[in-house]
């Protein structure tokens, strides 16, 4: 379960010690995860747009323009803490807390991570719900030898990965899963945003397992991650790190996350 790591967390939009803090529970907790670089928080209003969504599909009640004044509270109280900040919401109830955040260092940027593909399906895929049975089978999976488990469908398509997307890329042409199969990450979204101004093709078409010899490579991208690429799927080595399509979308990503905590 996530623990609290700031000094002060906000509970119904009252500001509480951290020996307060307590895990909401619920049969359906919707969530985000936000990441605070230098005071600001990272594509606040994409997160924002994205709650009311997850909200609405669930059909919770919650209101995440009042949400968005206290994560901005949030930060300031805790001295601007450069950690990930996890919004739970219940039926009638939010929590906002600053949570230990894992960014990957120059090495994993340079050389690209391991993965693995297994079998597995998340139950309603376009929203952020919390599913700790899910999250608890993924890290088993995972072990110490694979930095991220990607998901395959009953079609045997590569989807996504189990905390973030999966983009596979020919040449200049992107391709992801298409849109009501996933979860459309804050990340995704932006770097999408990015591939069209770069002139890059994109195709939200899925790539089967059978395929992957027919890529050039391929990366994830999630709020901890940016653009990070993948080394290897089990025994198909990609070696994506040093593509120029994913180094180009790399600095691009870099420069608008500096340029939004700029202004």
């Known amino acids: 379960m996530y623990k609290n790591i700031g000094a002060y967390f906000i509970n119904d939009g009252q500001i509480m010690s951290s020996e307060k803090f307590y895990a909401l529970k619920g049969d359906k907790v919707v969530y985000e995860v936000m990441r605070v670089i230098n005071g600001h928080i990272l594509f606040l209003e994409d997160h924002v747009e994205r709650l009311k969504h997850s909200l609405g599909k669930v059909a919770l009640q919650a209101d995440a ?14 001295e601007q803490l450069d950690r990930n900040i996890k919004l739970d919401v219940v039926q009638g109830h939010y929590q906002l807390y600053f949570i230990k955040s894992f960014y990957p ?5 340079e050389d690209g991570v391991a993965t693995t593909a297994v079998q597995l399906e998340r139950n309603n895929p376009t929203i952020k719900q919390l ?19 990607l998901l395959i469908n ?9 905390s973030s997307n999966l983009i596979f890329f020919k040449k200049n042409t992107l391709y992801s899963a298409p849109l ?7 990340t995704f979204k932006n770097v999408m945003k990015i591939s069209e101004t770069l002139g890059l093709e994109v195709k939200y078409k899925s790539v089967d397992m059978t395929q992957l010899d027919q890529m050039d490579g ?6 901890s991650l940016g653009v990070l690429p993948i080394q290897s799927i089990d025994h198909h080595v990609c070696d994506s790190a ?11 990503y870099n420069a608008l996350s500096e340029s939004v ?3």
């Not at 009501?180 to 804050?186: K, S």
């Open 105 to 109: 260092n120059r090495k994993f940027y």
């Open 154 to 162: 009953q079609y045997n398509k590569v989807i996504e990965g189990s």
């Open 131 to 149: 599913d700790m049975d899910y999250k608890h089978h993924v890290e088993s999976i995972k072990g110490d030898s694979f930095f991220e488990v």
């Open 218 to 223: 391929c990366f994830l991208t999630g709020t």
């Open 65 to 78: 323009e009042s949400i968005k004044e206290q994560l901005l509270r949030l930060v300031w109280i805790n």
């Open 242 to 252: 040093k593509q120029p399509v994913v180094l180009k979308l790399m600095q691009a």
């Open 261 to 263: 905590n700029n202004t």
């Open 180 to 186: 009501d199969e996933i979860l459309t990450g804050i």
